[in-house]
Antibody, heavy 120, light 110 residues
Framework: EVQLVESGGGLVQPGRSLRLSCAAS????????MHWVRQAPGKGLEWVSG????????GYADSVKGRFTISRDNAKNSLYLQMNSLRAEDTALYYC?????????????WGQGTLVTVSS | EIVMTQSPATLSVSPGERATLSCRAS??????LAWYQQKPGQAPRLLIY???TRATGIPARFSGSGSGTEFTLTISSLQSEDFAVYYC????????????FGGGTKVEIK
């Protein structure tokens, strides 16, 4: 069974940094691209960033470009999101999602999310 | 960035009736479109990919159609467990283009 477990969320002040992690199991991690998708409270889904199977292709939403960095460690079956210069509008539930191909396509399945709250 | 627009924002339907949800892309995404269902407090679940292919375990009452810029998700006979929010997502030409979601359609009980 595929499992994706996010961690690292919490309350952080504006301008500070936070690093999210996603531990993956139940599949061959380095065969698939991986993504972060967020959902602000009461709002819709927003794709944040994605990384191909070998880290050779990376993409970001315009809203986080230059502030967030995605990475993966295939030896540890883990996905990361380094979030710098956090803003109030980054407050959201952050989901880790497995792609169905080595490069960006659709997401299946998703983790349960980790909540990031940016507030002073 | 490709903008995905879903309509209507809310759809009120009686159990057993048909629901038709629309998703429009600001430019052609070919058939590179997926649909997800999200229930309160849960992560989204994949329903459809490639615009019309049902994901594993998805009931046949869910069907997707369309290509280019116009897409439709149809639920042929709504069951109680189908009342949820539905999102479309395009995945055309990543990473040259960002992946984007529509704003969602909430299907509620009439």
């Amino acid at each position: 069974e595929v499992q994706l477990v996010e961690s690292g969320g919490g309350l952080v002040q504006p301008g500070r940094s936070l690093r999210l992690s996603c531990a993956a199991s139940g599949f061959t991690f380095d065969d698939y691209a991986m993504h972060w998708v967020r959902q602000a409270p009461g709002k819709g889904l927003e794709w944040v960033s994605g990384i191909s199977w070998n880290s050779g292709s990376i993409g970001y939403a315009d809203s986080v470009k230059g502030r967030f960095t995605i990475s993966r460690d295939n030896a540890k079956n883990s996905l990361y999101l380094q979030m710098n210069s956090l803003r109030a509008e980054d407050t959201a539930l952050y989901y880790c999602a497995k792609d169905t191909a080595p490069y960006g396509t659709w997401f299946d399945p998703w983790g349960q999310g980790t909540l990031v709250t940016v507030s002073s | 960035e490709i903008v995905m627009t879903q309509s209507p924002a809310t759809l009120s339907v009686s159990p057993g009736e048909r629901a038709t949800l629309s998703c429009r892309a600001s430019q052609s995404v070919s058939s590179n479109l997926a649909w997800y269902q999200q229930k309160p407090g849960q992560a989204p679940r994949l329903l459809i990919y490639g615009a019309s292919t049902r994901a594993t375990g998805i009931p046949a009452r869910f069907s997707g159609s369309g290509s280019g810029t116009e897409f439709t998700l149809t639920i042929s006979s709504l069951q109680s467990e189908d009342f949820a929010v539905y999102y479309c997502q395009q995945y055309n030409n990543w990473p040259l283009a960002a992946l984007t979601f529509g704003g969602g359609t909430k299907v509620e009980i009439k």
